[in-house]
């Protein structure tokens, strides 16, 4: 099934996100594929594949899209976050791996990684550890924000 409007039904997604402007993302939680932003505009469907490096991603390995209160589309992968805000793709880190995230709706936003971090970002451009998670050695933060 060609869930993407562009004839393009041969590659595979697992998970989607349907923004507030109306554009679904598509990705693939094993990161098979690249991630997708389709969008609806004038009666004419467009798409766009999100490819890691140059204009794209960190890594294409990604484990969540979540859309913030001031509509601000976040991805986290296995190997760092971008945001993806008013047409353009930004890579904030390429040292962590992310797995959770939290919108605290006033404009900061909290994200896990899977060395038991919890980052903060609240929109000056960088991102800052907030804490850091005690676990065991070799465990990893699990269970939902």
Known sequence: MDFTGTGENYLTYTNCLLAENGDV???????????????????VFSSRIYPEGFDGLPDTRVRFICEDAGQRI?????????????????????????????????????LVTRDNQIMRYNGTGRLQQAARLDTYPGTRPTGAL
């Not at 793709?89 to 909290?110: E, M």
């Open 74 to 110: 976040w991805i986290g992968t296995q190997q760092g976050l971008a945001l993806y805000e008013e047409g353009e793709i930004t890579v904030l880190d390429t040292d962590r791996s992310y797995l959770h995230w939290i919108d605290d709706q006033v404009g900061t936003v909290y």
């Open 25 to 43: 993302w598509l990705y693939h939680s094993r990161g098979y594929n690249p991630p997708r932003r389709v969008s609806y505009d004038n009666g």
